[in-house]
């Protein structure tokens, strides 16, 4: 017996270092987006397009409709809160404040990853309470795609649903940021036949996304081809997850080689276009850099169903719960006057009225 306890000791040791350290990368990352500038170095793209104003739009902008149904949810407009954040009472208490505002305006949201939940349940609730603030919205869990790898599978991602009562299940995509992390998981091979499992057993719409540097044709046909019933571009021009590792870096060589790719990736409205080439029927989802509802409107014109915003609903959600309402309301008016303003009546009537702008 005196064997037996030293070993169970050090076991549950190395579990709450463990957890400690996930509970410190998660409050790091929450941190990091609110105080420090962490942006790429490219644009979305969305500068070098401009809709086409029509004088005579031949519409009541009160009768706009901006609606939409996806996966059996009727949504009030076609905006999407990106996957952010849970685990650590603070990312809770923001996972709750972004429900209620995604419940009073009619929008679809994203908790951030889901594994330290699965592997620490004491940490359920900070996702949870996004389906108890919010039991009518659109609600997507997340766990990373290269999780797959590393253990996980059908279970988990059936957990990970089930923790939050979820209508769909986003995989996310991040090479380059488990590349330039310290200690990342960077096995990425063979994983498009265990996302396509997923996408075969899994009893919710798998989504694939990208996390802030863009999809390009011939990853959008591999996803196609896994059966994934959307795909988040998650284009460059928004966050880089490169200079949100800089920042947490341990060293200066980390630090350096994390700085290195702050102008990587493909630009949103690039990773769209990609997108519908390579799987003209794929829903794509778009985000990266999108900073108000006329970006939103122009990626809708580009083939999007929905656009997705973080940064900005972060730093709202930081303040209260009726600061994240009230720039979603603002967003969606926008996509509202942006919609009159070029003549479309509907979200599916946006489609040809962009024009590219010549320089």
């Not at 939409?68 to 809160?81: D, K, T, Y």
């Not at 208490?93 to 679809?108: C, D, F, S, W």
């Not at 290195?260 to 990736?265: A, H, I, N, Q, Y």
Request: charged letters at 25%.
């Amino acid at each position: 017996m005196s064997k037996v306890a030293p070993d169970f000791d050090t076991s549950e040791k190395n579990a709450r270092a463990t957890q400690s350290k996930i509970d410190q990368r998660k409050a790091d990352h929450i941190k990091i987006n609110l105080e420090q500038d962490v942006r790429s170095a490219l644009t979305t793209g969305l500068e070098d397009y401009h809709f086409v104003h029509e004088a005579l739009p031949e519409l009541n902008l009160e009768q706009i409709n901006p609606t939409l149904s996806l996966f059996g949810v009727r949504l009030a407009a076609p905006i999407l809160i990106s996957s952010m954040t849970g685990g650590t009472e603070e990312a809770g208490e923001i996972n709750r404040r972004l429900a209620e505002a995604a419940q009073e305006v009619g929008v679809a949201m994203g908790v951030g990853s889901q594994r330290a939940a699965l592997e620490h349940p004491e940490q359920i609730p900070t996702f949870a309470i996004a389906r108890k603030a919010a039991p009518g919205i659109l609600l997507f869990a997340n766990l990373g795609a290269v999780q797959l790898n590393y253990g996980y599978g059908l279970d988990h991602c059936r957990r990970a649903v089930d923790m939050i009562q979820a209508n769909a299940l986003i995989l996310h995509l991040n090479p380059l940021q488990e590349a330039v992390q310290a200690g990342g998981d960077t096995d990425f091979a063979g994983l498009a036949n265990k996302i396509e499992v997923i996408c075969e057993k899994l009893e919710v719409p798998v989504i694939a996304k990208e996390v802030g540097w863009g999809i390009s044709e011939r990853t959008a046909k591999l996803l196609a081809d896994c059966g994934v019933a959307a795909i988040d571009v998650a284009g460059a021009g928004g966050t880089s997850w490169s200079q949100v590792e800089m920042h947490r870096a341990p060293d200066e060589s980390t630090r350096k080689l994390a700085a290195t790719f702050v102008g990587w990736g493909i630009p949103t409205a690039d990773s769209i276009r990609n997108v519908k080439r390579a799987a003209p029927g794929m829903t794509v989802f778009a985000s990266g850099g999108l900073k108000d509802g006329l970006d939103i409107a122009k990626c809708l014109a580009l083939g999007a169903t929905l656009g997705g915003m973080a940064g900005q609903l972060l730093k709202a959600a930081a303040v209260s719960t009726e600061k994240a309402v009230e720039m979603l309301k603002l967003t969606k008016r926008q996509i509202e006057v942006a919609m009159f303003a070029c003549g479309a009546g509907e979200v599916g009537e946006l489609e040809n009225r962009l024009a590219k702008v010549d320089r």
